[in-house]
C-alpha cells in the first residue's frame, strides 16, 4: 500500500526507474517514449551526461547556500546567458523553484513597481479565461481555467479575465486573422477602461498556451496590439512562457516570434530541463530600477530561490541547447511532427485541430467535425488515450476542459528536443492507435460514424 497522495487515489501509478534518451523505464522494464517531456519539461530527454556531470561538479563543491547571505557561480552566470538571449528590454534575473513560483513572484513585482511608482491605487490583474499559470493561490487566480479555480474560489484574490486567442473556436466564419487578433485584442482595451486605467497593475498570458488548450498559438498580430493597449494605459504585459518558453517553440523565448517585449516573464520547467526544479523572472529595467530607486529591495523570498543545484542544472541545459544547436532542430523536427500529425489524424473523423509551434503541438478531439461538437465529458475521452497511449509505451498529455474548463479534449505533445524523425515516426504512429482504440471503447451513440 503506498503512503503517497497520488494524484489519483486508488491509482498508483508505475513506478518510474530509469530514464535515457527519449525514453523512460518502468520498474517492470516497460519503455516508454516521453513524448510530452512529461509537462513540457525534459527538453534534453533523460540521463544527459553533460548535465548530470555538471550537477555532480556543483554537489561536489556547493550544494546549498541562502540568498539572503549569498550568490553563487552557478546562478550569477545563467543569469548572465539568460539576459544575453533576451530580446533587448529585459535585464535582470530572479530565480525560483517551479512555475508558480515564477508567476507569483512576477505578480509581487508588478505590484511593487506601481507602489514604489507612487501608484498604489493600481491593484487589478487580467488574464485569459483558459488560461493556466500555476496551483499557488495567487497563480490559481490569474489562471482562466474554471475546473481549476472552482473549488477554492473563496480563497482566490479577484482578478479579471477576457477571452484566449483562440482561433479555432473563437474566429468567426470568413474573419481574417488581423481582424479576429484586433477584436481578441480589443476586449483587453474593453476590460482595462471598464476597471479604470489607473487601475489596472498587469495582464497575464501565456505565448502559446500550453495544459489547458493545447498549445494554442495567437494570430498574426494579437501580441503586438496586446503590448501596444498596455502602453496606452501604462499597464504591465507578463508573458507566462514556464511551459512554452525555454525553447521550446523553436526561439529561448516564444514571444521573439510575435515581435513584442513583456515587462516580466516568467520560465521553469525546460529551463532546468527536470534534471532539478527551477523557474525564472526576467524583469525590465523600468521595473529594476524602480526597485533600486525605491525601496531598494524586491519585498520577496523563498528558501531555495536562487538553488545552486537548481542553477547548475540549468545553467548545463541552456549550454547544451547553445552548443548542440538544438533549437534548429526543435524548428525542423517541429515541422516533421506537424506533417505527420497531418498525414496520420488531419483526416480523422474524430479530430478538429492540429496547432502548435516548434515541438510544442496539440491535437484537439471532437465528436462532430463539421459542428466541432465535443464529446460528452462524462466519457473522459483525454483519460482514455492517455491510457491507450501508456499501455503502447507512449507519454502523452491529454487532459479535458479545453473549450471552457468542462467541454473539450485535447492531446498535447511536448517531446526532447533531440528527437530525430525516427522517433517522430514512432510518436505519431503510437498516438494514432491510441486515438483510435480510445474512440473505438466509446459507445458508438456518442460520436458520429465515418
Ligand atoms: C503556463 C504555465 N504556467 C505556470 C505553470 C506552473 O508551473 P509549476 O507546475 O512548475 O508550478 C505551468 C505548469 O504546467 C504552466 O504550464
Known amino acids: 500500500m503506498t503512503r503517497i497522495l497520488h494524484r489519483r487515489i486508488g491509482a498508483t501509478p508505475p513506478v518510474a526507474v530509469e530514464g535515457r534518451g527519449i525514453e523512460l523505464f518502468d520498474a517492470a522494464g516497460k519503455a516508454y517514449i516521453d513524448a510530452s517531456g512529461g509537462a513540457?519539461?525534459?527538453?534534453?530527454?533523460?540521463?544527459?551526461?553533460?548535465?548530470?556531470?555538471?550537477?555532480?561538479?556543483?554537489?561536489?563543491?556547493?550544494?546549498?547556500?541562502?540568498?539572503?547571505?549569498?550568490?553563487?557561480?552557478?546562478?550569477?552566470?545563467?543569469?548572465?546567458?539568460?539576459?544575453?538571449?533576451?530580446?533587448?528590454?529585459?535585464?535582470?534575473?530572479?530565480?525560483?523553484?517551479?512555475?508558480?513560483?515564477?508567476?507569483?513572484?512576477?505578480?509581487?513585482?508588478?505590484?511593487?513597481?506601481?507602489?514604489?511608482?507612487?501608484?498604489?491605487?493600481?491593484?487589478?490583474?487580467?488574464?485569459?479565461?483558459?488560461?493556466?499559470?500555476?496551483?499557488?493561490?495567487?497563480?490559481?487566480?490569474?489562471?482562466?481555467?474554471?475546473?481549476r479555480r472552482a473549488r477554492f474560489k473563496p480563497l482566490l484574490i479577484e482578478t479579471h479575465h477576457i477571452d484566449p486567442c483562440y482561433a479555432y473556436?473563437?474566429?468567426?466564419?470568413?474573419?481574417?486573422?488581423?481582424?479576429?487578433?484586433?477584436?481578441?485584442?480589443?476586449?483587453?482595451?474593453?476590460?482595462?477602461?471598464?476597471?479604470?486605467?489607473?487601475?489596472?497593475?498587469?495582464?497575464?498570458?501565456?505565448?502559446?498556451?500550453?495544459?489547458?488548450?493545447?498549445?494554442?498559438?495567437p494570430v498574426a498580430d494579437y501580441l503586438k496590439r496586446i503590448r501596444a493597449i498596455c502602453d496606452r494605459y501604462g499597464v504591465l504585459l507578463i508573458l507566462d512562457e514556464v511551459m512554452c518558453g525555454s525553447g521550446r517553440t523553436g526561439t529561448f523565448y516564444a514571444c521573439e516570434q510575435d515581435g513584442v517585449v513583456p515587462d516580466l516573464v516568467a520560465l521553469a520547467k525546460g529551463l532546468g530541463g527536470g534534471y532539478q526544479p527551477l523557474g525564472a523572472v526576467l524583469l525590465s529595467p523600468q521595473i529594476f530600477d524602480a526597485f533600486a530607486n525605491g525601496s531598494g529591495f524586491f519585498?520577496?523570498?523563498?528558501?531555495?530561490?536562487?538553488?545552486?543545484?537548481?542553477?547548475?542544472?540549468?545553467?548545463?541545459?541552456?549550454?547544451?541547447?547553445?552548443q548542440d544547436n538544438l533549437l534548429a532542430n526543435v524548428v525542423a523536427m517541429g515541422d516533421e511532427l506537424e506533417q505527420r500529425l497531418l498525414e496520420r489524424l488531419g483526416n480523422h473523423h474524430h479530430v478538429g485541430d492540429i496547432r502548435g509551434r516548434g515541438l510544442f503541438r496539440g491535437v484537439e478531439m471532437v465528436a462532430d467535425r463539421s459542428t466541432k461538437r465535443t464529446f460528452d465529458p462524462e466519457l473522459k475521452l483525454n483519460a482514455r488515450i492517455k491510457a491507450e497511449a501508456m499501455a503502447r509505451g507512449l507519454m502523452v498529455y491529454p487532459m479535458g476542459g479545453t473549450v471552457d474548463g468542462r467541454f473539450g479534449d485535447h492531446v498535447l505533445l511536448a517531446p526532447p528536443f533531440i528527437v530525430d524523425?525516427?522517433?517522430?515516426?514512432?510518436?505519431?504512429?503510437?498516438?494514432?492507435?491510441?486515438?483510435?482504440?480510445?474512440?473505438?471503447?466509446?459507445?458508438?451513440?456518442?460520436?458520429?460514424e465515418g
Not at 547571505?69 to 550569477?76: D, I, L, P, Q, V
Open 299 to 322: 519585498q520577496h523570498g523563498h528558501t531555495y530561490a536562487g538553488h545552486p543545484m537548481a542553477a547548475a542544472a540549468g545553467l548545463a541545459t541552456q549550454k547544451i541547447i547553445r
Open 169 to 217: 473556436r473563437l474566429q468567426r466564419e470568413g474573419e481574417s486573422d488581423e481582424t479576429y487578433a484586433a477584436r481578441a485584442a480589443g476586449q483587453l482595451e474593453d476590460k482595462i477602461r471598464q476597471l479604470g486605467s489607473d487601475q489596472v497593475i498587469a495582464f497575464v498570458a501565456e505565448t502559446v498556451v500550453g495544459a489547458t488548450a493545447g498549445a494554442v498559438p
Open 421 to 448: 524523425r525516427a522517433d517522430i515516426s514512432r510518436i505519431v504512429e503510437r498516438l494514432g492507435d491510441a486515438i483510435d482504440a480510445a474512440i473505438a471503447s466509446i459507445p458508438a451513440p456518442a460520436r458520429v
Open 40 to 147: 513540457a519539461v525534459s527538453c534534453l530527454g533523460h540521463g544527459h551526461p553533460e548535465v548530470i556531470a555538471a550537477l555532480h561538479r556543483q554537489l561536489d563543491r556547493l550544494a546549498y547556500a541562502h540568498t539572503a547571505f549569498f550568490t553563487s557561480e552557478a546562478a550569477e552566470e545563467l543569469a548572465d546567458l539568460l539576459i544575453e538571449d533576451a530580446p533587448a528590454g529585459l535585464s535582470h534575473v530572479y530565480l525560483v523553484s517551479g512555475g508558480s513560483e515564477a508567476i507569483e513572484s512576477a505578480l509581487k513585482m508588478a505590484r511593487q513597481y506601481f507602489v514604489e511608482q507612487g501608484e498604489p491605487q493600481r491593484r487589478h490583474i487580467i488574464a485569459r479565461r483558459q488560461s493556466y499559470h500555476g496551483n499557488t493561490l495567487g497563480a490559481l487566480a490569474a489562471g482562466g481555467n474554471e475546473w
